[in-house]
C-alpha cells in the first residue's frame, strides 16, 4: 500500500453471507458513519477557527492605525494563550464528566465530573489530554471542535477592550477565559451540568437549550467584554466635556467588511456543526436559517442607520449582520426559514439601539459594539429558542423525552429555563470577571498610560510601527467642536481639557 | 526668486500641472494637504456619534520661478485650479534668499 | 447521549441474517450516502459563500481608494439584498417544479412549475422556503448550494458599475439579479426548463449543458453588468478629449492578487461541488481541470502582457487566471486535462483582447474587466463543452441517453445546442436590464452627481472615510497630457475640459 | 433525475438476503468509503491550497511597501508557473511508480519507476497526467492532494529571496521547483523511493518517516531558499559598514498577523489531509497535535523576545508560530499531545536563535525567516519523529511492520533513519540549487539593478505602484546612525557608503 | 500679510484647530510631517536588529493672517499646543509677497 | 534666522539627517512629497491605457538655523543627498521674522 498512509484494508473481496460477514459490514458501515461525523466535525471546527481572521480584521479596522499593531497582535496571542489554559485545565473543567459521544463511536474516557447527577458543576477527567485515558480518537476530535468554541469568546472581549487595555491584563483576561470563565459556564450548559439538567431535575421544558453556543459563547465573551469595559473606563476624548460621545472612526473599513464576510464563512462552521456529526441531516437547515437572520439583521441596521442618520452607516450594518448571526446560533436548529428571518430582523434591532444605550447613556466606551452584538444580541439568541423552538426539531434533548418547543408552540417552561440560564450567563460571566479585575487593578494598572495610549501603542509595548511605510494622519477627522466662535481681538479661549 | 505656493482642489491637480508644463516651469514639488476656508466643513454621524469633517483633502504645489515670471504662473495656476465652488484654494509667494540645484552646485536663478 | 446531538443511534448491536436486518443495513448503508453528499454539498456551498470575500478584496483593490468604502459596502449589500429577493421569489422560480434531486435522497416537494413537461418557464414551489412543503432537510441543502451560486452572479456587477453608480440604484439591481435575471434564465438550464430539454424536445444534443455556470452565473453577470455599464456611460476623465483611455490605476495590488487567491480557492466548491455529491467520483478530475484552465490562463495574460507592454501587468494576469476559471466552469466535469489547459489558454487570449476591446473601442468603461472576465469567457465556457466534451461523462445528462460529446467527438449538435443558450442567456440578461434600467434612468439618477463622484464617493453617500488614518495622495499618478509644451511669456494654454 | 449529475442510483428497493445482494451492499459499502476518504482528500487539498494567501500576506507584510506589489505578483505567478511544471513532469517523476493508493480505491496505473523495486530514484508514468492511464478519477484526485504540497515549498523560497530577485530569475527557481527539485526528492520519500525504503532494504527503523512534509515540503523549501539567499547576496542597506545588521520593518503588521492565522487554519490541511482519507481515525490527533506545537511555538518566541527585547515582537512570536507548524508536520501522527507541545517549544527556541545566526553570523539576509523557520525547523521536525514517535501508530510503515517508535521509546535505528534523510534533503536541496543558479548568475544577473531595489521594484518590473493612492514614508525609521556627533563649525562628516 | 507655521503633537491638532477657529482665521492648511527637536529619538528592536526611531509623527499647521493678527493667532496655538513635555513644538513667521482667492480673484489682506 | 527647506531623494533620507546629526542641528522637521524637475517622468501602461508618471517621490527636509550656520548646513545637506543623477533635488532659504519655542515660551535665536 501507499507509503505513508495505512487505512483500513478495505473489503475488496467477497462477503460470505454468514453472521461473521454481516457482523463485517456492520462494522464497516459503523466505521463510515464515524468517519463522515468525524469529517463534518473537523472540518466545522477548522471553520470556527478561521473565524479569528474574520474577527482579527473585524476589530482592527474599527479601531485606529495608531494601535492596529496592538489590536492584530492581541488576537494572535488570544489565541495561543487561551488555547493553552483551554489544553491544561479548561477542557477538563467543562467536559471532564460528559461521558460517551453519540456520533464520534463512543468516547468513554471523559466519565468523571464534581457534582452528582443532575447537579453537575465541574468536569474532572482530561488534563492536559493525558488523564483518565483522553488520548483518544474521539476525545481529540470532540476537544479540537469545542477549544475553537472556547477561542470564540476570547476573541470577542478585544473589542471592547481596545486601544487601552495593556497587553498583560489582556494575557490575564484570555488565560482565565480559558481555563475558567468560558469553561465553568460551558460545563453548566454542555458537560452535562446542571443548567442542562433542569429539565430533568426540576422539569423546567428541555433544561437550557443552547445549539450552538449564543449563551455559552457570545453571550459569556460579550458579559465578560462588559466588566472589562467597565473597569478600565472609555478611551481619552471619547467623552467631551457635556458628556456627549466623540467619534473615533475605524482606519480601514475594507478591513471591517471583510471581517464580516469571513465571520459568516466561519460561522457556516458554528452553527451546522453543533450537531457533531453529518449523519444528523438538519445541518442543512441550520446553514440557511444561520444565512437568513444574518442578511435581515444586515438589511434592518442598514435601512435604520440610513432613515436615522441619512445616511447607510457601514459598520453599523456590520454590526447588524453579526448580531442576526449571534441570534440565530442558539435557536439555529429548532426554528423555520421566516422565524430565522424575524430573530436576526430583531437582533438588528437591538443591536442599533444597544449601541446607542452603551455609548450615549451607560458611557461604556466599546470601539467595536462587542457588549452589544455578543452580549445583548446573545441573550436575545436565548430568549428566542423559548419562544420560536416549532418542535421540529430535538428529540429527547438534555434526555428530557419530546422535541423542544417553545412559547408560540405551547411550552411556556422552555421559555422559563431559557430566562434562568440568561441570568445565571449573565452573573457568572460579568461577576467573576469584575470581581477578578477589581483585584487585579488594584494590585497593577490595568491601562496603558496615557501618553501611550494618546501616542499610539504599537511602538511602546511591540516595538514596532504597523504601517512604517505609510504616512498617518493626526487627529481624528473630529475638530474642536467645544469652543464657541468669538471675534478676533478677543483673548482666545483655548480650552485646555485634554491632560 | 520667488516661491510660489497654491492649494488646490486634489482633482484640479491633473490641469494645474498640466499647466505648468505648459508654461515650461523649472520644476513641481507637491506636497499633500489638508484645509478649510472661511466655509467650516459639515457634520457627519459614525456609529450614532456626530463628528465634524472640517479639513478636506487639498493639494500643496511648490514651484520657484524667477521674479519676472511669477505673475504669469500665479494666473495659470489660479485659472487651471478655478471651479467656482467653494474650497477653490489659495496661492501666496515668498521671496528666496538663496537656491542651489544639489547634482550641479549651480545657485541663484541658475539653479531653478 | 451527548448534550445537544441526536445522531441515529449507531448499531453496535449485532444485525441478525434476516430480511430485516438486511433492510436495516440497506437503510443505513443509504443514509450514510446522502450523508457524505449532504457534507459536500455544504462544504463546497460554504467554499463558494466564501468567494464573496475574494470578489470584495478583488474589486476593491482594482478602483481607488477614494471609493473603497463605498466598493465594499456594494459587495456585502449585494449578499444580503440578493439573499432575501432569492429567498423570497428567486428559488422558487428556478427549481420550483425541479422535482427530486437523487443524490440528496429525493427532494420530492420541488414539483410544481408553469409551462409544460419540457417547456418549463418558470417554478412554482418554495416561495420564502415554506410554500409546497420546501420546509425540508433536502430543499434546504440544495437551497443553499443554490443561492450561493446567485450571489456570485450578483458580486460579477459590481466590477463595472464602480465609481459611479449610486447605492439606491446599485440595491435595485441586486433584487433584480435575486428575484428575476438569474432565477429566469436558471430555471430555463438548471431547473428543468425549455433550454435543458432541447435535447429531448428537439433532439439538439443533450440540450444546452452547463456543468458549473460559465453561462448560467458568470455570462448572465457579465451581461448584465454590460448593460448597467452602458446606461451609466464612462467615469469622469476617463476618456481624453481625444477618445484615448486614460489609465485609473487600482488602490491595492496586493487586495487584487489575494482576491484572485481566494476566487481560487473558491471555485473549488463552485466546479467540484456541482455534482452534488461526492458519491460521483468525478469531483476529482473536475478540480485539476479547474486549476489547470486558472494556471494556463494566467501564465498566457502574463506572457501577453510583459510582450507586448513590456512588463507583466499584474492585474491583466489575475484577469487571466479569472478568464480562464469562468470558462472551464462549464465544461470541467466533461473533458480531459489536456484540454481544460487549451480552454484557459483560449480564456486567457479572449479576456486580453476583450478588455482592450471594450476599453479602446466599444468605449464601455469596465473598470475591474467584469464584462470581459464573466461575460465573454462565461460564453467561450459554453462554447468550449460544445468542442471539447471527450464523452466520457454525462450518461444520461438531461435525459438524453449516452454521453455528451463536443464537436471535436463527433457530435455538432451539442455545439448548436451551446449556441442557442449563449445567445438566449445574452439576450435575457443584457435586454431584461437594459430595458428596467433605462426606464429607471429616466425616473431617477443612476449616477452619483459629478462633484460627489471627484470627491469621492465613500464620504457623501455613507459617512465615512474607508481609510481615515492615512493620508491618500490626489489625483492619479498619470499628469494632465493633453497639454503641448509652448515656452514661457506666451499666455497659458491650459484647458478645462474638466467640468 | 435532476439534471447535471448522474449519482449512482442509491439502492432503494429491497436487497435480497443472497450472495449477489451482499456483494451489492459490500461494493456500495466500499464506495462510501472511497467517497469520504475523496471528500476528506479533496477538502484537506483545498485547505492546503489556500495557505498561499496566508503565505501572500505573510511575507507582502515582513517586506516593505515600495515592493508589495512585486512580492504579491511572485506568489501568485509561483502557483502557476509550479503548477504547470508538476503537471507536465513533476507528478511523474515523484509518483510514477508509486502504485495503488489504498484509500483511493487502488489507483493502478502509476506503476512504473526508474531504479529496481527497493532503490527507485525517479518515476515514470503520468506525464501531462495522460501517460500511464494517469486520466482516472484516484489519480487525479491524488495529484490534486500532492500539487498543493508542492506548492507550499515553492511559495517558502519567496520570503528569503525577496525585495532583490529579478522576476525572470525567480519564474526559473519556480519551474525548477516544480519540475526537478520537490519532486526527485518527493519520490525518494513518498513516491516509493529509496530513503523511504531504507527499513525494509537496509533495516534502518521504518526508513525515512515523514507524515506530512516536514522535510519533503519544508525543508527542501527552506535550503532552496538558503542557496538563493546567499548567491543573491544581501539586500542594500542591510548591513552597516560595522558589519551589525540594520532593521528594514515589515510594512504591515496586520498582514502579517492576518497571513500567520490564514496558515494556521491552512494547515489543518496539511497534517490531517495526509491520512488520504477520512477512515483512518487518527486526524482527530494529528490536528490537535498540530495547534498545540503552533501554540507553544507562539508562546516561547512571545516571551524570548520579551525578556531579550524588552518587548515581546510581533513578527518574531508569529515565526515562533509557523515553525511550531513546520515542526510537527512530520511527527505529528505518531506522537502524543504532549510530546507535540514540547516539539513545538523547542521549534520557537530554535528559529529565534536561528534567525539570529543568519543575520548576525552567517550575514545570510533572510528578510521573513524563511530559511530559520522552514529549514531549520523541518530538519528538526525530522529528528522529532526519530525522538518522540511513541508507537502508537504507523503499523507496517514503508512497508515495515509494526509501528513507528522514536529513541525515547527504543529505537535508535529511526532516528538514523531521520538524520539520513536530513542530510539527504539539505544536500539535494540546497546542492541543486547553488549548482544551477551559480551558472545562471554567470549568464545572466539575478538581481535587480541598484537603482531599481532603492526605488522600489514594483514600477520597474510590472509598471504599477502597489498602494498609488497612499502617501509612502520615506526610508525606513532607523536614521543613520553611522553619525557621531560634533559641534557645529567643524566640516560635517557625512558618510557616503551607499552607492 | 504673514504665514505662521506650526509644529505641534498629532495629538493637540483638535485643540489647536479649536483655538483657531475661536479667532476666526481665514483658513487652516495642516500637512502630516516627522520631526524630532534637541532630544534625539530612541532605539527599538525588530527581529534583533537595532533601529533608531528619531522622527516621530507631528502636524504641521499653516495659517496665514494680518499682520496685525500674528501675535495673538501665534500665542493662542502656543497655548492650545502646550503639553509641557518634550516635543511640544515650534512656531514661526514668513511675510508674504502676496497672495490670491482662486475663486475670487481677490489679492492681498481681502484674500485671506 | 534662516528656514532651510531641501527637497531630496527618498533613499538619501537617511544620510542627509546623519550629517545634520553631526552637526548638531536644533531639529529637522520632513514631510513626504513628489515632484519633478526639467526632466519630465515616463510612461507606464496600466491595462492597455498609457498614463504618464512624472511626480516621484521627494523627501522635503526644514531645518531652522542662525544665520552663520546656514552654508555649513546647506553644504552638508547637498554633500549627503548627492546621487550624480537626475532628481537629486534642490535646496533654498528663507528668512524668518520670528520663531517661538512652544514648551518654553523661548523666542528667536534661543528658540532653535
Ligand atoms: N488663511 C489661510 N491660511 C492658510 N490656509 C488657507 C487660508 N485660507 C484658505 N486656506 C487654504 O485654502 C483652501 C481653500 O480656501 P477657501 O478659503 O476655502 O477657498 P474659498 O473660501 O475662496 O472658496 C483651504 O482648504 C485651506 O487649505
Ligand atoms: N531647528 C528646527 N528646524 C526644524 N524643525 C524643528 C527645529 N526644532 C524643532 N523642530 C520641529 O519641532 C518639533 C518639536 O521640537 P522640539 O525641539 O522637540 O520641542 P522641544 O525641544 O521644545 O520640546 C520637532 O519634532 C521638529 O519637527
Ligand atoms: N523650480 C522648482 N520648483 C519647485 N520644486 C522644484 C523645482 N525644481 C526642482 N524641484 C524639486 O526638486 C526635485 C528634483 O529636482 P530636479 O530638477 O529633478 O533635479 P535635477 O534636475 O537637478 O536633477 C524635483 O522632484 C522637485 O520636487
Known amino acids: 500500500s501507499l507509503t505513508g498512509s495505512t487505512g483500513t484494508q478495505l473489503t475488496k473481496d467477497q462477503i460470505p453471507v454468514t453472521q461473521v460477514g454481516l457482523n463485517q459490514l456492520t462494522s464497516q458501515a459503523t466505521h463510515s458513519e464515524v468517519s463522515i461525523n468525524l469529517v463534518w466535525l473537523l472540518m466545522t471546527g477548522f471553520l470556527v477557527l478561521f473565524m479569528q481572521v474574520g474577527f482579527a480584521f473585524l476589530v482592527t479596522g474599527l479601531t485606529r492605525a495608531k494601535n492596529a499593531g496592538h489590536m492584530m497582535m492581541m488576537n494572535i496571542a488570544a489565541f495561543a494563550v487561551a488555547f ?50 483522553a488520548y483518544d480518537v474521539g476525545v481529540m476530535a470532540f476537544f479540537l471542535f469545542q477549544v475553537v468554541f472556547m477561542e470564540t469568546a476570547g476573541y470577542i472581549i478585544i473589542g471592547a477592550i481596545a486601544e487601552r487595555i495593556n497587553f498583560r491584563t489582556f494575557l490575564i483576561a484570555e488565560l482565565l477565559m480559558g481555563a475558567l470563565i468560558y469553561p465553568v459556564y460551558g460545563m453548566w450548559m454542555w458537560g452535562g451540568g446542571w443548567l442542562s439538567k433542569l429539565g430533568v431535575s426540576h422539569g423546567i421544558g428541555h433544561g437550557a437549550v443552547d445549539f450552538a453556543g449564543s449563551g455559552v459563547v457570545h453571550a459569556t465573551g460579550g458579559w465578560t467584554a462588559l466588566a472589562l469595559a ?25 478591513y471591517v467588511v471583510v471581517g464580516t464576510l469571513i465571520l459568516v464563512f466561519g460561522w457556516m462552521g458554528f452553527n451546522p456543526g453543533s450537531t457533531f456529526g453529518a449523519s444528523d441531516l438538519r445541518i442543512g437547515i441550520v446553514a440557511v436559517n444561520t444565512l437568513l437572520a444574518a442578511c435581515f439583521g444586515f438589511v434592518f441596521a442598514m435601512s435604520w442607520t440610513w432613515s436615522k442618520w441619512g445616511k447607510p452607516d457601514i459598520s453599523m450594518s456590520c454590526n447588524g449582520m453579526l448580531a442576526g448571526l449571534v441570534a440565530i446560533t442558539a435557536p439555529c436548529a429548532f426554528v423555520a426559514p421566516w422565524a430565522s428571518a424575524l430573530i436576526g430582523l430583531i437582533a438588528g434591532v437591538l443591536v442599533c439601539y444597544s449601541v446607542e444605550f452603551f455609548d450615549r447613556i451607560a458611557k461604556v466606551d466599546d470601539p467595536c459594539g462587542a457588549i452589544s452584538v455578543h452580549g445583548v444580541c446573545g ?41 434562568i440560564d440568561m441570568a445565571v450567563g449573565f452573573i457568572w460571566a460579568f461577576g467573576i470577571t469584575f470581581i477578578i479585575f477589581s483585584i487585579v487593578k488594584r494590585w497593577k494598572p490595568i491601562r496603558v498610560p496615557a501618553d501611550v495610549e494618546l501616542q499610539g501603542i504599537d511602538v511602546p509595548e511591540f516595538g514596532a510601527y504597523c504601517y512604517p511605510d505609510f504616512v498617518l494622519s493626526s487627529e481624528t477627522p473630529g475638530i474642536g467642536e467645544d469652543y464657541e466662535p468669538v471675534s478676533v481681538g478677543g483673548s482666545s479661549a483655548g480650552g485646555t481639557e485634554r491632560t | 526668486m520667488k516661491l510660489i505656493v497654491a492649494i488646490i482642489k486634489p482633482h484640479r491637480a491633473d490641469e494645474v500641472i498640466g499647466a505648468l508644463h505648459a508654461l515650461n516651469v523649472g520644476g513641481i514639488t507637491l506636497t499633500e494637504a489638508r484645509g478649510h476656508g472661511r466655509q467650516r466643513g459639515h457634520t457627519e454621524v459614525y456609529r450614532g456619534a456626530e463628528y465634524q469633517v472640517d479639513l478636506v483633502p487639498k493639494s500643496r504645489l511648490e514651484v520657484i520661478v524667477d521674479d519676472a515670471d511669477v505673475d504669469t504662473v500665479v494666473d495659470a495656476i489660479a485659472k487651471a485650479a478655478k471651479t467656482d465652488t467653494i474650497g477653490d484654494g489659495k496661492i501666496w509667494t515668498v521671496t528666496l534668499d538663496s537656491l542651489l540645484r544639489i547634482r550641479t552646485g549651480e545657485r541663484g536663478s541658475d539653479a531653478i
Do not use: C, E, M
Not at chain 1, 471532564?96 to 463512543?106: K, P
Not at chain 1, 478611551?235 to 475594507?254: E, M, V, W
Not at chain 1, 430535538?394 to 411550552?411: A, C, E, I, Q
Open chain 1, 84 to 133: 493553552i489554559a483551554y489544553y491544561a485545565v479548561g477542557f477538563a473543567f467543562q467536559f471532564g464528566g460528559v461521558g460517551a459521544i453519540g456520533n464520534l463511536g463512543g468516547t468513554g474516557p471523559l466519565s468523571s465530573a464534581f457534582g452528582h447527577g443532575n447537579a453537575g458543576v465541574l468536569g474532572l477527567h482530561g488534563f492536559f489530554l493525558q488523564s483518565g485515558g
Open chain 1, 230 to 254: 467597565i473597569l478600565l473606563g472609555p478611551r481619552i476624548g471619547k467623552y467631551k466635556k457635556d458628556g456627549t460621545p466623540r467619534a473615533f472612526p475605524g482606519h480601514n473599513l475594507s
Open chain 1, 379 to 419: 441573550a436575545w439568541g436565548l430568549l428566542a429558542v423559548g419562544l420560536f423552538a416549532d418542535g421540529s426539531y430535538g428529540n429527547g434533548w438534555n434526555g428530557v423525552p419530546g422535541t423542544v418547543k417553545g412559547l408560540f408552540y405551547g411550552s411556556g417552561s422552555q421559555l422559563t429555563a431559557q430566562v
